[in-house]
């Protein structure tokens, strides 16, 4: 298994700004993932990110608005570019390797006004 | 291309009924996984079970089971008695092996359980 945190827990941020979001795992790990939740909503699958190679987006989010850094096994952050209200949602990190079991970290809350 | 549905958007029972919450996923690989994770009020996304696509076995862990068929591509799950603390957002999830194994989650389905 892997304990995963995230920071911040929660953030209230105004529309033009950008927010980075820090995710730490507790053991070294290949894949990283980043899940966006709109509120009621499914998780939404924003890129995968590996140790060592560029992230890998989904449809629909692009690097520019949704860059990733992956600098170790550890950790990996998202930052959310030229904040808007439509960003305004839970950011999951989440780790997993080949069919496993996928953890996710607590979330992190994003309100952008 | 995966995709997983979850046709049921909330449904609510009474303590101590029986409730089977519907998955039926599409995907062209062989070799996949499939997930059922839980979500409850507090927001933190809790793994219940993995089977793999070659592993047709259902299985039985508590109060849980779980009826894997790929006759249907489905993969539903049956709570037996439940219980209050089973009131939460359930999420059906596909991996692909040609899809570098990300994770795809159907809608979910959020489940109320009334004392």
């Known amino acids: 298994s892997a304990v995963i945190s995230q920071k911040p827990s929660r953030d209230i941020c105004q529309r033009g700004t950008s927010l980075t979001i820090q995710c730490q795992v507790d053991s070294q790990v290949t894949m990283m993932f980043w899940y966006r939740q709109q509120p009621g909503q499914s998780l939404t699958l924003i890129a995968t990110a590996n140790q060592g190679s560029e992230a890998t987006y989904e449809s629909g989010f692009v690097i520019d608005k949704f860059p990733i850094s992956r600098p170790n096994l550890t950790f990996s952050t998202l930052t959310v570019s030229n904040m808007s209200p439509e960003d305004s949602s839970i950011y999951l990190c989440?780790?997993?390797?080949?069919?496993?079991?996928?953890?996710f970290g607590p979330g992190t809350r994003l309100t952008v006004t | 291309a995966q995709k997983v549905t979850q046709a049921q958007t909330e449904i609510s029972v009474v303590e101590k009924e029986d409730v089977t919450l519907d998955c039926v996923y599409e995907t062209r690989d062989t070799t996949y996984y499939l997930f059922w994770y839980k979500q409850p009020p507090s927001g933190e996304l809790v793994f219940l079970i993995r089977r793999n696509s070659f592993d047709e076995q259902n299985e039985i862990s508590g109060r849980y089971s779980w009826n894997f068929q790929k006759s249907t591509s489905s993969f539903n799950f049956t709570i037996t008695a439940s219980q209050v603390v089973d009131s939460a957002v359930y999420f059906c999830a596909l991996s692909e092996y040609t899809g570098g194994f990300k994770t795809i989650f159907g809608a979910g389905t959020r489940l109320f359980v009334k004392a």
């Open positions: 989440s780790v997993g390797t080949g069919g496993d079991e996928q953890y």
